[in-house]
């Protein structure tokens, strides 16, 4: 387990940079934490660091993004899925057996349909001072 902690938008960009250089194809992570905790603005970092200089949204009626960089990016935000039969129609396994990388939001709404060996990141927002903890870990690690 890796404890992070960021004062800004920018020290989360420096955070997702440092990651990007360390994984590799095929990674899948999980993004937690509630609205606003800063899960796009890592995976915004991320993208930059792999090169990719397209915007990364949350588009309303797609719930998958794909970015080229110097690894692929797929970016999924599960907030707005509607439930488990749409998470079935999505083709999730696609994205994630793949020479890219891919981040999800909200992950846990598409249950059973993730892969074991998940790399999770949780991101707390502390109120008072506006600084965000980054818990990372690896699916099964203490
Ligand atoms: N240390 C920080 N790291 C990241 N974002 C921060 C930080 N401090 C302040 N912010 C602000 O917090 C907000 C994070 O928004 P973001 O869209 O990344 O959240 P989210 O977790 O993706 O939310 P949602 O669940 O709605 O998709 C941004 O407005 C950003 O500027
Ligand atoms: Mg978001």
């Known amino acids: 387990m890796r404890i992070v902690e960021t004062n800004s938008p920018d ?3 420096e955070l ?10 095929g990674t899948v992570m999980a993004l937690h934490g509630d609205l606003g905790a800063g899960k796009t603005c ?3 970092g991320f993208a930059a660091a792999l090169g990719i200089d397209e ?8 719930l998958i993004g794909e970015y080229e960089g110097r690894l692929p990016l797929h970016h999924i935000d599960l907030y707005r899925l ?12 696609e994205y994630f057996d793949v020479n ?19 790399l999770h990141i949780e991101i ?3 109120e008072k001072t506006g600084t965000r903890t980054f818990r990372i870990y690896k699916e099964g690690e203490v």
């Open 100 to 118: 890219g990388i891919t981040a999800i939001e909200w992950a846990e709404r598409a249950g059973d349909l993730l892969p074991d060996d998940m």
């Open 16 to 25: 997702a940079a440092e990651l990007a250089d360390e994984l590799g194809p």
């Open 11 to 13: 020290e989360t960009w």
């Open 42 to 44: 890592f995976i915004q």
């Open 82 to 93: 509607s439930g488990p039969v749409e998470a079935l129609g999505l083709g999730l396994e």
């Open 124 to 126: 707390k927002a502390d």
């Open 55 to 62: 915007p990364i949204t949350s588009p309303t009626y797609t």
